[in-house]
């Protein structure tokens, strides 16, 4: 059975850090993904790495500020989040897939459940 489960989401102040991590199981993936849904929003993309962990992709509302890596060992994709905004606030998903990088939300077929990140300002 494939699971992916995220942590490490909560509350911080404007201009902390968190590291969300997404374990995988079950099999490996060629791409993992985060996306984020704000409430009242749409899920949008946030990034997407490769199984071998370069080039990962970002959404131009994050670049420069979160940096997501993976631990092939243990089938884990990590989220570095700095200078955290309260425009970030949202739950965030885990996703993955067996083709390669995409921004495209209906290219992912296993998700996580979410975790919530909240900035306050």
């Known amino acids: 059975q494939v699971q992916l489960v995220e942590s490490g989401g909560g509350l911080v102040q404007a201009g902390a850090s968190l590291r969300l991590s997404c374990a995988a199981s079950?099999?490996?993936?060629?791409?993992m993904g985060w996306f984020r849904q704000a409430p009242g929003k749409e899920r949008e993309f946030v990034s997407a790495?490769?199984?071998?962990?370069?080039?990962?992709y970002y959404a131009d509302s994050v670049k420069g500020r979160f940096t997501c890596y993976r631990d092939s060992a243990k089938n884990t994709q990590y989220l570095q989040m700095n200078s955290l905004k309260s425009e970030d606030t949202a739950v965030y998903y885990c996703?993955?897939?067996?083709?390669?990088?995409?921004?495209?939300?209906?290219?992912?077929?296993?998700w996580g459940q979410g975790t919530q990140v909240t900035v306050s300002s």
């Open positions: 790495i490769s199984c071998i962990g370069r080039n990962p």
């Open positions: 079950g099999r490996t993936f060629s791409t």
């Open positions: 996703a993955a897939r067996t083709g390669g990088l995409s921004n495209n939300i209906r290219d992912y077929s296993y």
